[in-house]
């Protein structure tokens, strides 16, 4: 009979256990709204937004193209800067976009990109005059410069780079404004400062006493047109219709202003003018003194 009791009785403590274990989910399920059947899918909805928020949205840092050039978290230095030149002849739709997206500042902008980019043409050709001269068909032999008078003829010249650079901003920042009156005057200073890289890359070649100062101008000038076909919608997010007129009227602008700066200082390397008795030379030699 005992044996018999434990038979019967062991059936029942399963199903204890078993209502046990119901009765654990069941409470389980009672701290959500089971009239809706979607419990597993409203619990599943905050940890989505928890977990994917911030690496699944945002896409990651290295698929942009030249993305150094307009990240505010890295160290830009000069040599960047250099780089960006060849982006902008080579790639120039992707890398005006970042320009315009990063929206530098005046002291940004000529810091970085356009003194260095100045500055080392001007040194490398101050290099090649005073070791080589510059071959002057007038006389048609090669005319060594003194340490004199380089300085003052590289020290016009900056000068006279720097002014292409602003009078061009100015005249495009006036044109402009017959289109689009919120145009500012740094988004046309952008404009001149980076649609110039392919002029002052190609001052590069006057580093050369048999090159012609008329072929760096010629190639300079056509990488600048070249690259502010894209450059000027993007930054200065011109009106389609008017798009065209403000871009022929830059172009114009810009191979007025190099023109004027190439004939002062070709003809000076060619023997036609002579800079050493000017006003400016004077001056520069007595601030150097």
């Known amino acids: ?170 005249l495009i920042h006036r044109i402009c404004q017959t289109f689009q009156e919120r145009l500012t005057f740094l988004q046309a200073f952008t404009v001149a400062a980076y649609g110039f890289s392919p002029f002052f890359l190609m001052h590069f070649l006057d580093a050369s006493a048999a090159v012609h100062p008329a072929v760096p101008w010629l190639l300079g000038v056509a990488g600048v047109i070249w690259i502010l076909y894209q450059g000027i919608p993007r930054v200065m997010q011109t009106d389609p219709t008017h798009a065209f007129g403000v871009y022929v009227s830059t172009v114009f602008v810009v191979i007025l202003a190099t023109f004027l700066a190439r004939v002062v200082t070709a003809m000076y390397l060619l023997g036609y003018m002579d800079l050493q008795h000017s006003w400016l030379s004077h001056r520069i030699e007595s601030f150097m003194h």
């Open 1 to 170: 009979m005992q044996f018999g009791f434990q038979r019967v009785n062991v059936p029942p403590e399963l199903l204890v256990l078993l209502d046990e274990r119901n009765i654990f989910l069941h409470d389980e399920q009672q701290n959500s709204d089971r009239r809706e059947g979607d419990d597993d899918l409203r619990e599943l909805a905050p940890n989505a937004e928890i977990y994917i928020h911030p690496a699944s949205l945002t896409p990651p840092v290295g698929e942009a193209k030249a993305d150094f050039i307009v990240s505010p978290g890295k160290t830009v230095t000069f040599l960047l800067g250099m780089i960006k030149v060849f982006f902008l002849v080579f790639e120039p739709g992707a890398t005006w976009d970042k320009i315009a997206q990063a929206r530098r500042g005046y002291a940004f902008i000529t810091i970085v990109h356009l003194l260095p980019l100045i500055l080392l043409g001007t040194a490398l050709e101050a290099w090649g005059l005073h070791h080589h001269g510059k071959w002057q068909p007038r006389f048609q032999f090669y005319k060594p410069f003194s340490l004199q008078e380089i300085i003052t003829f590289e020290t016009i010249q900056l000068l006279l780079l720097v002014g292409a650079v602003l009078v061009t901003a100015l």
